[in-house]
T-cell receptor, first 117, second 114 residues
């Protein structure tokens, strides 16, 4: 079974500083990887996804993530954060549909990003 | 294109009651999945419907059931509500049953069981 670990429950970053949110996954084959953002009381918005190919993927709002198979990681980065980036960030892994039943996405517990002025 | 819409946005129910939550999928999407997000946690997969049939289920008891209609909208039904069922319920739609299609999430229904 797949699993996702987001080691940082909270991260505080000054506005304009760079950001890296960590994500480690466990999955037997090549995973499908996602980063979602959630503002308070809202649903999930997709930031970016990785399925195959170039291991550095670009997303919306200036975010990027790098897939490192050797480290089982898919860390999210942004060179300069804005106050509007304050939110909850979730990393998720999806399994290839095997015909035996869909497993949906497995999410980490999330990282709460706080932006200091 | 319209996104995923869920109704109602908030709901309060009493323990033991039954509840139905509704989801309209994004235009062109034939797959709907449901997630439960408890406070301070990541979403957990409940089940997925593809072309009106359940084709995947997470670790949830049978009192969680669903339907998908010919227009690909969906319902989540929960019977015999328990206090621990209090959560944000998220619906997600997709172009197909494969994870690589990606998922578009709605804003959720906040269910409170008292």
């Amino acid at each position: 079974a797949q699993s996702v670990t987001q080691p940082d429950i909270h991260i505080t970053v000054s506005e304009g500083a760079s950001l890296e949110l960590r994500c480690n996954y466990s999955y037997g084959a090549t995973p499908y990887l996602f980063w979602y953002v959630q503002s308070p009381g809202q649903g999930l918005q997709l930031l970016l996804k990785y399925f195959s190919g170039d291991t550095l993927v670009q997303g919306i709002k200036g975010f990027e993530a790098e897939f490192k198979r050797s480290q089982s990681s898919f860390n999210l980065r942004k060179p300069s954060v804005h106050w509007s980036d304050a939110a909850e960030y979730f990393c998720a892994v999806g399994a290839m549909y095997s015909g035996g039943g869909a497993d949906g996405l497995t999410f980490g517990k999330g990282t709460h990003l706080i932006i200091q002025p | 294109e319209t996104g995923v819409t869920q109704s109602p946005t908030h709901l309060i129910k009493t323990r033991g009651q039954q509840v139905t939550l509704r989801c309209s999928s994004q235009s062109g999407h034939n797959t709907v999945s449901w997630y439960q997000q408890a406070l301070g946690q990541g979403p957990q997969f409940i089940f997925q419907y593809y072309r009106e049939e359940e084709n995947g289920r997470g670790n949830f008891p049978p009192r969680f059931s669903g339907l998908q209609f010919p227009n690909y909208s969906s319902e989540l039904n929960v019977n015999a509500l328990e206090l621990d069922d209090s959560a944000l319920y998220l619906c997600a739609s997709s172009l197909g049953q494969l994870a690589n299609y990606g998922y578009t999430f709605g804003s959720g229904t906040r269910l409170t069981v008292v």
